[in-house]
């Protein structure tokens, strides 16, 4: 019987020595390489087993073994979660696990520039290079197609804003979510516009702020800038606004505007046509987008750039033409 006792009490000593072992084992930092980190993915719908051997052919020194009895130890072996992650210095397998179940993914960001088109904004998405291009040789049309919206262009309708990311997401998750973004704020701003605006949809609105967005890059005029527009609208005047026109040029646009290009009829040329153009130009902020649906309350018609970046507004063609020859001209 005393034997029976030694071997129990031999077994328990054994056991809680094993224990104490393996969760000392749990904490120890891992023997990373110095002043580096070591990225690995976990490709969706990978078990335990498949993420381990993904750290492992990583560089991650981390125990196969061991690792996974102790995702099974905490009861997170089926909580893994798929995404790219990085190690940090001073990491342990336990502190590795908690990040594996609660995905705290590495991510990387991109910026969406206000005044941006969806050609520029794409070229940055296209040459990231820590988003899966998936987007790759799709036609404009075709990426909308892959989006599922109901829509002509993605002139317009991308929410300018620093985006951040799980590395090697599809850049048709980060469209769709700037997408999204654009289309929550438009409806809101849409339902807050005071009565009594020219514009029949929230589509109008948006190009309208997408021509103010190009417009001005000063806060301060912004809302005056909207007022010169909205009011040419209500009296039916022409926009007669530089941006549009150059927009409609596209690739033709050598960076000097000229008086046969004011004179050429485009979709897009505002000197001669009325109302506003079909399509947003640029991809309008926050700012922007409220200038439209709450512009400043001011009967002028005309505007020109000072040369500070500022903008003189006149209410007469008269004053507008002295304000041209005074900033423009160099007159006094």
Request: hydrophobic content about 40%.
């Amino acid at each position: 019987m005393r034997l029976v006792f030694r071997l129990a009490a031999l077994l328990l000593i054994t056991l809680v020595g094993a224990a104490a072992g393996f969760i000392w084992w749990s904490q120890q930092k891992l023997e990373l390489p110095a002043g580096s980190k070591l990225e690995f993915r976990i490709p969706p719908g990978s078990g335990l087993r498949a993420a381990v051997k993904q750290m492992n052919d990583a560089g991650v020194p981390v125990h196969a073994g061991m690792f996974v009895l102790l995702a099974r130890w905490q009861g997170k072996s089926g909580a893994i979660k798929a995404g790219t992650y990085s190690t940090e210095p001073g990491e342990t397998p336990s502190s590795l696990l908690d990040k594996l179940a609660s995905g705290r993914v590495s991510q990387a960001s991109i910026t969406l520039v206000e005044g941006w088109t969806f050609g520029q904004f794409r070229a940055r998405l296209n040459e990231h290079p820590a988003l899966r291009h998936d987007t790759a040789g799709l036609s404009e049309a075709q990426v909308i197609e892959r989006l599922g919206l109901a829509l002509n262009t993605l002139e317009g309708r991308l929410l300018p804003d620093t985006y951040l990311f799980d590395k090697e997401s599809s850049d048709l998750e980060l469209l769709a979510r700037a997408a999204a973004s654009m289309q929550a704020k438009l409806d809101e701003i849409w339902s807050q516009r005071p009565p009594g605006l020219p514009y029949r949809t929230a589509d109008d609105l948006l190009v309208m702020a997408s021509i103010i967005e190009k417009e001005t890059g000063r806060e301060e005029d912004r809302a005056m800038v909207a007022a010169v527009f909205v009011n040419r609208l209500r009296i039916g005047m022409r926009l007669q606004t530089d941006p549009t026109v150059i927009y409609g040029l596209g690739e033709q646009f050598d960076g000097n505007l000229r008086k046969i290009h004011l004179q050429t009829d485009t979709p897009y040329n505002t000197y001669t046509r009325s109302g506003l153009p079909p399509t947003p130009i640029a991809m309008p902020g926050l700012a922007s987008l409220r200038a439209a649906a709450m512009p400043a309350a001011s009967n002028a018609l005309y505007f020109v750039a000072r040369g500070d970046g500022s903008s003189q507004f006149s209410h007469t063609l008269d004053e507008h033409n002295r304000a041209v020859n005074r900033y423009q001209r160099g007159g006094r």
